[in-house]
């Protein structure tokens, strides 16, 4: 539950806002933790326009100064944000400025929240993830009714506890990106809307043309940190590599997670070793058409938008059997599910689909199909505005 910063991992950016129409509309408040375009907040933005269409505006708040608050300036949104320093831990409280810093420039950020809200009155808030619990309940004082929009596995400790409670005191409504989230965030009976998240794709499945004596390539799309087990997936390169040298293996995805930097440090000095590429950003859709195999061996994920790509152009992928992961696969008729914290599996799954080329085009075909039928943008926007609707009417 830190408030740590997800990287961009795909160049896919959200699509242009439309022009602001006068009246004829409801005002949403769109809370963002993130400081940059990261996979929660991506997912959210690309249904803005979707929502937009359907008679809804929004202004956006979202940690000032950063990245993603110039991106969503240079887009054309109404944003508005503060230096963001809330944190849930000791370790997330350790990190600069530092505890002392961080703790008294909290109130002022709360409060600079709080007063948007009073002074705009939106219709509700959005807040976008578990870490924006504490800006949910700023809003919620302030009389605006909440919709929390959760990205997160909860652990089943004190801590995760206390974060379900919270939830549930502080939102009207709330989504969970996959049934697994929603479950794992439910209280007797009580429980988030399932809202899977969307994932935009090439027009058509991309058709991977190798040319003779080419050699295939395996990629996977990131944070480098565990949670997505970046570690896992240079364990099982090595793994193919001692077997088939001439296969090629890419790592993308920045490793700029302060709670995991030494480790993800010492993650990309293996994958130079073992003679996997390590690209910090890519143009998606371009990678997508250039690799054979995609492969995901998250320990930790709900509902990862880089494999829903990657099954909606196509691709033959391989999952670890982890949270939402074993949902987005069909429970592996849409593509390979391995135990997670499994190089070994890892490693046979990929060779299997790269020596039986018939197969791969099957299950690339099927985890298309099931993209397109369950994970569109638009199905999502329908899915929220359910919920916004659920929540106003309460």
């Given at each position: 539950?830190?408030?740590?910063?997800?990287?961009t991992?795909?160049?896919?950016?959200?699509p242009?806002?439309?022009?602001?129409?006068?009246?004829?509309?409801r005002?949403?408040?769109?809370?963002?933790?993130?400081?940059?375009?990261?996979?929660?907040?991506?997912?959210?933005?690309?249904?803005?326009?979707?929502?937009?269409e359907?008679?809804?505006?929004?202004?956006?708040?979202?940690?000032?100064?950063?990245p993603?608050?110039d991106?969503?300036?240079?887009?054309?949104?109404?944003?508005?944000?503060?230096?963001?320093?809330?944190?849930y831990?000791?370790?997330?409280?350790?990190?600069?400025?530092?505890?002392?810093?961080?703790?008294?420039?909290?109130?002022?950020?709360?409060?600079?929240?709080?007063r948007?809200?009073?002074?705009?009155?939106?219709?509700?808030?959005?807040?976008?993830s578990?870490?924006?619990?504490?800006?949910?309940?700023?809003?919620?004082s302030?009389?605006i009714?909440?919709?929390?929009h959760?990205h997160?596995?909860?652990?089943?400790?004190l801590?995760?506890?206390?974060?379900?409670?919270?939830?549930?005191?502080?939102?009207?409504?709330?989504?969970?990106?996959?049934?697994?989230?929603?479950?794992?965030?439910?209280?007797g009976?009580?429980?988030?809307?399932?809202?899977?998240?969307g994932?935009?794709?090439?027009?058509?499945?991309?058709?991977?043309?190798?040319?003779?004596?080419?050699?295939?390539?395996?990629?996977?799309?990131?944070?480098?940190?565990?949670?997505?087990?970046?570690d896992?997936?240079?364990?099982a390169?090595?793994?193919?590599?001692?077997?088939?040298?001439?296969v090629?293996?890419?790592?993308?995805?920045?490793?700029?997670?302060?709670?995991?930097?030494?480790?993800?440090?010492?993650?990309?000095?293996?994958?130079?070793?073992?003679?996997?590429?390590?690209?910090?950003?890519?143009?998606?859709?371009?990678?997508?058409?250039?690799?054979?195999?995609?492969?995901?061996?998250?320990?930790?994920d709900?509902?990862?938008i880089?494999l829903?790509?990657?099954?909606?152009?196509?691709?033959?992928?391989?999952?670890?059997?982890?949270?939402?992961?074993p949902?987005?696969?069909?429970?592996?008729?849409?593509?390979e599910?391995?135990?997670?914290?499994?190089?070994?599996?890892?490693?046979?799954?990929i060779?299997?689909?790269?020596d039986?080329?018939?197969?791969?085009?099957?299950?690339g075909?099927a985890?298309?199909?099931?993209?397109?039928?369950?994970?569109?943008?638009?199905?999502?926007?329908?899915?929220?505005?359910?919920v916004?609707?659920?929540?106003?009417?309460?």
């Amino acid at each position: 539950m830190d408030p740590t910063p997800t990287p961009t991992t795909t160049a896919t950016e959200p699509p242009e806002p439309p022009a602001a129409r006068p009246g004829g509309g409801r005002e949403v408040l769109v809370v963002f933790h993130e400081p940059v375009v990261g996979g929660a907040t991506l997912s959210v933005l690309r249904t803005l326009p979707h929502l937009a269409e359907r008679g809804w505006r929004f202004l956006i708040w979202a940690p000032r100064p950063s990245p993603l608050f110039d991106h969503l300036q240079e887009q054309g949104w109404e944003v508005h944000g503060a230096e963001r320093t809330v944190s849930y831990s000791l370790k997330a409280l350790r990190l600069p400025p530092g505890p002392r810093a961080r703790l008294r420039a909290m109130p002022a950020y709360l409060g600079a929240l709080r007063r948007l809200g009073r002074e705009r009155r939106p219709a509700l808030a959005h807040v976008n993830s578990l870490v924006t619990l504490a800006d949910g309940a700023v809003l919620r004082s302030a009389g605006i009714p909440v919709v929390a929009h959760l990205h997160e596995m909860i652990a089943p400790t004190l801590k995760g506890s206390l974060a379900r409670a919270g939830i549930r005191a502080v939102s009207a409504e709330a989504i969970g990106v996959s049934g697994a989230c929603a479950a794992q965030l439910a209280i007797g009976n009580w429980h988030p809307h399932v809202v899977d998240e969307g994932a935009i794709y090439p027009p058509d499945p991309t058709a991977r043309a190798r040319s003779e004596g080419e050699p295939p390539v395996v990629a996977s799309v990131g944070v480098i940190s565990r949670r997505k087990g970046s570690d896992v997936f240079v364990e099982a390169a090595e793994i193919v590599r001692a077997e088939r040298p001439e296969v090629r293996f890419r790592l993308v995805g920045s490793a700029t997670d302060p709670l995991d930097a030494e480790w993800a440090a010492g993650v990309l000095e293996r994958a130079r070793a073992a003679g996997v590429e390590h690209l910090p950003r890519a143009d998606v859709p371009a990678l997508l058409a250039e690799i054979d195999v995609f492969a995901l061996p998250s320990r930790i994920d709900p509902c990862p938008i880089s494999l829903l790509e990657a099954m909606g152009a196509g691709l033959p992928v391989v999952g670890a059997a982890s949270d939402g992961i074993p949902e987005q696969l069909a429970g592996g008729e849409a593509g390979e599910l391995v135990p997670r914290e499994d190089p070994a599996a890892l490693a046979a799954a990929i060779l299997r689909l790269l020596d039986d080329p018939a197969r791969a085009q099957r299950l690339g075909l099927a985890a298309r199909e099931r993209a397109l039928g369950h994970y569109s943008i638009e199905r999502q926007a329908a899915g929220i505005e359910r919920v916004w609707l659920q929540a106003l009417a309460g």
